[in-house]
C-alpha cells in the first residue's frame, strides 16, 4: 500500500532538441532551443493537466512545444501505472546532445520551465476534478 495519495504529480525533466541535422521531428515533434518547455501529450498524462499547463503557459506568455508519444520513458510513466495511477503531466526542457559531455540548453527555456511550472501552480484549485 502506498503511503501517499497525491491528487496529482508532475514530472519534470529533458527532451531531446531538434534543431540538429539528425533530429526527427516527425515523431515527438519539434522542439528547437529557445521554444520553450515541451508539454507531453500521450496516453501516460492526464488531458485536464495538459489542458492547464497550455492554459498556463497561455496566461503568462510562455513559449511552448508539445511533445507526443506512446510513452514518455520518464517518471510520468510510472505515475501513471502506479496503484491506481496517479494523474500526472511532464514539462521538459530542450538540450542537445543528450547523455553526453556537451549537452546544451538554452537559459531561456529554464526561465520559461519555471515561469511555467509557477504559473500552473498559481491555477491549481481545490476544485480541480481529474475524474476520468
Avoid at 495519495?5 to 531531446?16: H, S
Avoid at 493537466?49 to 520518464?74: F, H, K
Amino acid at each position: 500500500m502506498r503511503r501517499l495519495a497525491p491528487d496529482l504529480a508532475l514530472a519534470l525533466d529533458v527532451t531531446y532538441a531538434t534543431d540538429v541535422p539528425e533530429a526527427d521531428v516527425g515523431s515527438t515533434g519539434e522542439h528547437s532551443l529557445g521554444s520553450g518547455p515541451a508539454i507531453f501529450r500521450g496516453p501516460v498524462v492526464h488531458p485536464r493537466l495538459v489542458t492547464l499547463l497550455r492554459e498556463a503557459a497561455a496566461a503568462e506568455g510562455v513559449p511552448y512545444t508539445i511533445e507526443t508519444d506512446w510513452r514518455s520513458a520518464t517518471d510520468a510513466d510510472v505515475f501513471y501505472s502506479v496503484g491506481d495511477g496517479i494523474p500526472s503531466g511532464l514539462v521538459s526542457v530542450p538540450i542537445r546532445r543528450m547523455h553526453s559531455a556537451v549537452e546544451t540548453a538554452q537559459l531561456s527555456d529554464l526561465q520559461d520551465t519555471v515561469r511555467l511550472l509557477v504559473a500552473f501552480a498559481r491555477a491549481l484549485g481545490s476544485e480541480l476534478d481529474l475524474s476520468r
